[in-house]
């Protein structure tokens, strides 16, 4: 069985925009500074050209990581959610019983993870935690600050 990537489409695009960056625009500009870091002569002490080639290095390795990860990947659509649950794509409001303040977050792959957006990875602690509860449900998920202890007061699809 092949190990898919979930992701939204929004989380798609932004991998797949992403990639063609790297392809048209990364790519050949490291090409021209390689070219450019030649014509300067020695090539063992030449800084330009070592630099030139660590980018290419690195930017080579974010363009095979991002294709793999593209090729794994399944759109998550709407109709193929459940909504009595929290699965991956829920919106999920949590009152805090530890600090009674009510937290909001989005449950989303580990690509798709963005603190600032309160994106959390279904791999995460407290998103592994989260799945298949249901509204009412009290979860008490051990994390390395200590006990976090939840209760689950809404939640819908983000998609």
Not at 23 to 37: C, F, Y
Not at 40 to 62: I, P, R
Not at 131 to 142: A, C, Q, S, T
């Amino acid at each position: 069985m092949p190990d898919y990537v979930y992701l939204s489409q929004e989380g798609y695009d932004r991998i797949l925009k992403e990639l063609e960056d790297l392809k048209h625009v990364k790519r050949p500009d490291i090409s021209k500074k390689i070219a450019e870091a030649r014509s300067f002569g020695d090539l063992k002490e030449n800084a330009e050209y070592h630099a030139a080639k660590e980018s290419q290095v690195v930017v080579e390795a974010k363009i095979l990581q991002l294709e793999q990860t593209l090729s794994r990947a399944k759109i998550l659509k709407k109709e193929d959610m459940a909504v009595d649950k929290i699965t991956i794509l829920s919106q999920v409001k949590l009152k805090d019983l530890n600090r009674d303040l009510e937290v909001e977050y989005i449950l989303v792959s580990p690509q798709e993870s963005d603190s600032r957006e309160n994106k959390i990875s279904t791999a995460s602690p407290v998103g592994k935690a989260l799945l298949g509860r249901k509204i009412g449900d009290v979860i008490e998920i051990r994390v390395p600050a200590g006990l976090l202890k939840y209760q689950v007061m809404d939640l819908k699809l983000s998609i």
